[in-house]
């Protein structure tokens, strides 16, 4: 039972990070700012909509996740792929939406006569977030194999 | 499970740190940055001073760290006509939480100079650099002027 209020405990929490939030933002943002943003080629409701689509299916695996049982093969690939889709929705964000980018994202605008080429780098994040996937993917495995070795040692 | 549990531990140190290291560093990057651009309300925010035949066109940026974390800033100011540079000054510092320094930029030029650098033909090029998290985080902004809105 533990298990379950905590998958849809952390669904609620995706959900709200991953698709209320992006949509408040969105809506209540002022528009000048909207405009400043989308005048830098930063295509601001096409990653908005990527984010709510990415949102919702995290959020449908994360409460799956918890509903199952820890050694079946449903629960090892919604593990798998809750790690793969929060990586993804770190590298989007940290990329301002371009995923090639991997945490070095770079647009230019222009102001007035100028010229503006703004860039970041935040690699190290995405680093952070690939070894924190593996890891999660690592933890899944383990929690799987050893359900299963329970499962198979308990006497028919 | 042992070793699951202590993996789901190191997870969470994992995802704790980067979150507050992230939030830290583009808090401090944010103030350091917005203290740092040219004002452009009262008076120009490039004053150039005639002397004689030379001209010194004077940038003058007081960046403050409202930050959490020391932030190493580099800012380079160019003057180009037809692509050509003809004056360049730049400045490296770094500035701890809570201080606040003054860098001048001052590029000398001809007198004659200045008008072709403020028409079509010339360019004035800011750049600006900051670097946070031990150089791991950085921010960087070039900014090319061109001469008619340069003044």
Redesign the interface.
């Known amino acids: 039972m533990r298990r379950q209020i905590a998958a849809v405990v952390s669904g609620i929490t995706v959900f709200t990070t991953f698709v209320l939030l992006p949509v408040l933002v969105l809506r209540y943002l002022p528009p000048d700012i909207l405009q400043t943003i989308r005048s830098s080629g930063i295509q601001v409701q096409s990653n908005i909509n990527h984010l709510v689509v990415i949102g919702v299916f995290l959020t449908l695996v994360t409460i799956l996740k918890g509903f199952v049982e820890i050694g079946s093969l449903a629960y090892l690939v919604s593990g798998v792929i809750s790690s793969g889709m929060t990586l993804l929705v770190t590298i989007i964000f940290l990329g301002w939406g371009k995923i090639h980018s991997l945490g070095m994202p770079s647009f230019t605008t222009r102001v007035?006569?100028?010229?503006?080429?703004?860039?970041?780098?935040?690699r190290?994040?995405i680093y952070?977030?690939f070894?924190?996937t593996i890891?999660?993917v690592?933890?899944t495995i383990?929690?799987w194999n050893?359900a299963r070795r329970v499962v198979n040692a308990s006497p028919t | 499970?042992r070793?699951?549990r202590v993996?789901?531990v190191?997870?969470l140190i994992?995802?704790i740190?980067?979150f507050t290291?992230?939030m830290l560093s583009g808090y401090t990057i944010y103030q350091v940055l917005s203290s740092s651009m040219p004002q452009t309300g009262a008076g120009e925010p490039l004053k150039i001073e005639r002397r004689g035949d030379i001209a010194e066109m004077v940038l003058t940026i007081s960046p403050i760290n409202r930050g959490y974390l020391p932030v190493n800033l580099s800012l380079s100011l160019d003057a180009k006509i037809l692509g050509v540079l003809i004056a360049s000054d730049d400045a490296k510092l770094t500035l701890t939480p809570g201080s606040r320094e003054d860098i001048v930029l001052t590029l000398v030029v001809g007198a004659e100079q200045v008008k072709e650098i403020f028409n079509k033909e010339g360019s004035i090029e800011l750049n600006l650099s900051a670097r946070t998290?031990g150089n791991?985080?950085?921010?960087?902004?070039?900014?090319?002027?061109?001469g008619?809105?340069?003044q």
């Open positions: 007035e006569g100028a010229t503006i080429n703004v860039s970041m780098d935040m190290v994040f952070v977030a070894i924190v890891l999660r690592v933890k383990l929690e050893e | 499970m070793e699951s993996i789901g190191i997870i994992l995802q740190g980067s290291a992230f998290l791991l985080v950085a921010f960087s902004l070039d900014a090319h002027v061109e008619g809105a340069a």
